[in-house]
């Protein structure tokens, strides 16, 4: 008979490629690659009633950062560029840990924390700086990251600089390094030079 | 010697059986790596950049404010003035409690404090309803907050 000679027909899959470009057609204009990135800041819990203002800061600790609305920017009592800004900061995040005498830098004092301790000996001298950030209502965006991608970039130099010195590697690597060694230098190093950087209450400065 | 048969000789069509599984290869990566939208955009931004930039991890534990001016097509209803998009709707600053609450709600209760507030903030905006949303936000708790920038290519230095 004609039947048992016939074989069983292949379905025909020529059309399975289009099938397969219309799904991948769908899923090319849905999908989103962008990875998300930016600047993490945390920020202070809010004000309790009944707890007492903290003690006042010396001015000499503080490095004063303000903006107008007009993008100007005032750094302590100078007008300044913002490209300016990481270069003054990361001076001021150092110091001169040599003469504490020099009323343009903050303070020193000596440390006990008991990482630093490990890996810079007793009585290390710490900066007690402070960056304020003021900006006003009418400062744009764009600026305001500006300056907070400026002063980030201060510290991690600052931070690196440290970190070659002291380890030979820098901060990034110590920090995202596997070993829980080199994890604890970057956390020695992060007490070290502390991301300081406090947002005064909003206030309508003018300008 | 001659190796090569004499006699007609045509190229032999390019097969395409395995255009199939270069389709669905192709196919199942993006179905793999797609993220699909879950809010429409009403407010128009273009993000400042920066060189300091960290990755954002873990997208389920980060929650969007969008802050800038409202669409083209919706300018004539809200005006042109830079607005706050909470979920698919403009909302006033006041409104981010009740925003940080619900995003509390739906997250798991040991991941709360994970939570990231990324600030998708058009470059123009004026720093006032920023820091009015800032405020917001803490006055609800909510202090892990980022600013999300685009990631600038450092060309001078290094």
């Given at each position: 008979?004609?039947?048992?000679?016939?074989?069983?027909?292949?379905?025909?899959?020529?059309?399975?490629?289009?099938?397969?470009?219309?799904?991948?057609?769908?899923?090319?204009?849905?999908?989103?690659?962008?990875?998300?990135?930016?600047?993490?800041?945390?920020?202070?819990?809010?004000?309790?009633?009944?707890?007492?203002?903290?003690?006042?800061?010396?001015?000499?600790?503080?490095?004063?950062?303000?903006?107008?609305?007009?993008?100007?920017?005032?750094?302590?009592?100078?007008?300044?560029?913002?490209?300016?800004?990481?270069?003054?900061?990361?001076?001021?995040?150092?110091?001169?840990?040599?003469?504490?005498?020099?009323?343009?830098?903050?303070?020193f004092k000596a440390s006990q924390d008991p990482l630093i301790v490990k890996?810079?000996?007793?009585?290390?001298?710490?900066?007690?700086?402070?960056?304020?950030?003021?900006?006003?209502?009418?400062?744009?965006?764009?600026?305001?990251?500006?300056?907070?991608?400026?002063?980030?970039?201060?510290?991690?130099?600052?931070?690196?600089?440290?970190?070659?010195?002291?380890?030979?590697?820098?901060?990034?690597?110590?920090?995202?390094?596997?070993?829980?060694?080199?994890?604890?230098?970057?956390?020695?190093?992060?007490?070290?030079?502390?991301?300081?950087?406090?947002?005064?209450?909003?206030?309508?400065?003018?300008? | 010697?001659?190796?090569?048969?004499?006699?007609?000789?045509?190229?032999?069509?390019?097969?395409?059986?395995?255009?199939?599984?270069?389709?669905?290869?192709?196919?199942?990566?993006?179905?793999?790596?797609?993220?699909?939208?879950?809010?429409?955009?009403?407010?128009?931004?273009?993000?400042?950049?920066?060189?300091?930039?960290?990755?954002?991890?873990?997208?389920?534990?980060?929650?969007?404010?969008?802050?800038?001016?409202?669409?083209?097509?919706?300018?004539?209803?809200?005006?042109?003035?830079?607005?706050?998009?909470?979920?698919?709707?403009?909302?006033?600053?006041?409104?981010?409690?009740?925003?940080?609450?619900?995003?509390?709600?739906?997250?798991?209760?040991?991941?709360?404090?994970?939570?990231?507030?990324?600030?998708?903030?058009?470059?123009?905006?004026?720093?006032?309803?920023?820091?009015?949303?800032?405020?917001?936000?803490?006055?609800?708790?909510?202090?892990?907050?980022?600013?999300?920038?685009?990631?600038?290519?450092d060309k001078a230095s290094r």
């Open positions: 008979m004609a039947r048992s000679k016939r074989q069983i027909q292949e379905i025909n899959a020529g059309s399975m490629a289009d099938i397969a470009f219309l799904l991948l057609i769908f899923f090319l204009v849905t999908t989103t690659m962008d990875v998300d990135t930016g600047l993490m800041r945390v920020l202070p819990p809010p004000i309790l009633e009944d707890v007492p203002p903290p003690p006042p800061v010396k001015m000499r600790n503080v490095f004063v950062v303000l903006a107008n609305s007009q993008d100007y920017l005032l750094v302590e009592n100078d007008y300044m560029q913002v490209e300016d800004l990481k270069d003054a900061a990361k001076e001021f995040i150092i110091g001169k840990p040599g003469n504490p005498g020099d009323e343009r830098f903050p303070e890996y810079f000996g007793p009585n290390y001298p710490i900066s007690k700086q402070i960056i304020s950030l003021q900006n006003d209502r009418g400062t744009s965006y764009q600026l305001y990251i500006a300056i907070q991608d400026q002063l980030a970039a201060a510290y991690s130099e600052a931070r690196n600089d440290v970190a070659i010195n002291k380890f030979g590697k820098t901060y990034n690597e110590l920090k995202d390094s596997k070993s829980a060694v080199d994890n604890d230098k970057a956390k020695a190093i992060r007490a070290l030079i502390p991301q300081r950087i406090s947002e005064a209450e909003p206030k309508e400065i003018g300008g | 010697m001659q190796i090569r048969k004499k006699g007609k000789k045509e190229v032999p069509p390019v097969s395409t059986a395995s255009l199939p599984d270069i389709v669905f290869m192709l196919l199942f990566f993006f179905m793999v790596t797609t993220v699909m939208r879950e809010t429409s955009l009403k407010v128009t931004h273009v993000i400042p950049k920066a060189k300091e930039v960290a990755k954002l991890e873990r997208k389920s534990l980060v929650a969007y404010i969008h802050i800038g001016p409202p669409l083209k097509p919706l300018q004539s209803i809200y005006g042109t003035e830079p607005r706050i998009q909470l979920d698919d709707a403009f909302a006033l600053p006041s409104d981010i409690p009740t925003f940080v609450e619900s995003v509390k709600s739906q997250t798991d209760e040991a991941e709360v404090p994970l939570l990231t507030y990324s600030l998708k903030v058009d470059a123009k905006t004026k720093m006032g309803i920023v820091v009015d949303v800032k405020q917001e936000l803490r006055k609800a708790n909510a202090l892990k907050i980022n600013y999300s920038t685009s990631k600038a290519i």
